[in-house]
């Protein structure tokens, strides 16, 4: 009768038993003191045109990553390809402003491209032919399905294709 009796009464008391109040309002608003600076820079195609004579970014790894999306906005409009050499090639010539800066993005980005290759190269002590071929695969792999490679047709035979996967 004990058993049945004690889990009865310890029940009984902890139902009796209030729990305290915690009060989780406060008496005034929470302020927060945010100090924000936004600034929004406009390029025109004219300021990323880089001189024919002009020497590959000092960091071609961040100016790589500055022209990403201008690079995929030319791959996804079929105007560039990737070559079997690791840099970029124009399919098509466009005319006008936007040639202009179709061709001055492929520079730029080539000539950052050859220099983070060569470095490359003189790291792991191998020939540049062998670092692009690398490369070529690399950035074959990632292109997105539709985008123009160069890719071996048989020995020494190349040919443009559209990625199909």
């Known amino acids: 009768?004990?058993?049945t009796l004690l889990p009865f009464a310890v029940s009984?008391?902890?139902?009796?038993c209030a729990a305290p109040t915690v009060n989780l309002s406060t008496p005034e608003p929470v302020k927060v003191d945010i100090e924000m600076r936004l600034d929004?820079?406009?390029?025109?195609?004219a300021e990323n045109r880089?001189?024919?004579?002009?020497?590959?970014?000092i960091d071609p790894g961040a100016a790589r990553r500055n022209r990403m999306a201008e690079v995929q906005t030319l791959k996804n409009s079929r105007v560039i390809g990737e070559g079997r050499d690791g840099l970029l090639a124009l399919r098509l010539e466009p005319t006008g402003d936007y040639g202009d800066w179709a061709r001055?993005?492929?520079r730029a980005e080539n000539a950052d491209r050859i220099v983070l290759m060569k470095t490359e190269a003189a790291q792991l002590r191998l020939p540049l032919p062998k670092i692009q071929k690398?490369?070529?695969?690399?950035?074959?792999k990632m292109a997105f399905k539709g985008e123009w490679?160069?890719?071996e047709k048989s020995e020494d035979v190349w040919e443009w294709v559209q990625k199909d996967e």
């Open 12 to 16: 009984l008391l902890l139902a009796s």
């Open 149 to 151: 490679i160069e890719v």
């Open 134 to 140: 690398k490369q070529a695969t690399i950035a074959q």
């Open 104 to 106: 001055a993005t492929v």
């Open 50 to 57: 880089k001189p024919d004579n002009a020497k590959a970014s």
């Open 1 to 3: 009768m004990k058993t």
């Open 40 to 45: 929004v820079y406009q390029h025109s195609a």
